[in-house]
């Protein structure tokens, strides 16, 4: 069983920056993929970033702001957020799919199978 504690989010003006954690409670293999979604309310879950062994993965609409990044020891995944824009406001949530098979892209929801709790990041317009 793996649990997920995010921190990080918060209000920020647009153009500025933050950071989002999340630490894995539990062993994670190497084959585990981590990754961050974002929601909106009545929306569906959204791919913002993932990474596992073989590299890393982003939305278009993310691409060359944000940046995943993961500490095996420490069991963490990072999403660093530059250029934050009014659009970007959303609850951030972390999965990890602990032994992905590419059965589902790596930017499905269908991939993960655990979820954090979600933290709120909001970029006033």
């Known amino acids: 069983q793996v649990q997920l504690v995010e921190s990080g989010g918060g209000l920020v003006q647009a153009g500025g920056s933050l950071r989002l954690s999340c630490a894995a409670s539990?062993?994670?293999?190497?084959?585990?993929?981590m990754a961050w979604f974002r929601q909106l309310p009545g929306k569906e879950r959204e791919f913002v970033a993932a990474?596992?062994?073989?590299?890393?993965d982003y939305a278009d609409s993310v691409k060359g702001r944000f940046t995943i990044s993961r500490d095996n020891a420490k069991n963490t995944v990072y999403l660093q957020m530059n250029s934050l824009k009014p659009e970007d406001t959303a609850v951030y949530y972390c999965?990890?799919?602990?032994?992905?098979?590419?059965?589902?892209?790596?930017?499905?929801?269908?991939?993960?199978?655990?979820w954090g709790q979600g933290t709120q990041v909001t970029v006033p317009s």
């Open positions: 999965a990890v799919s602990s032994h992905y098979s590419g059965v589902y892209s790596i930017r499905s929801v269908r991939a993960y199978d655990y």
């Open positions: 539990g062993r994670l293999s190497s084959g585990a993929a």
């Open positions: 990474i596992r062994w073989s590299g890393t």
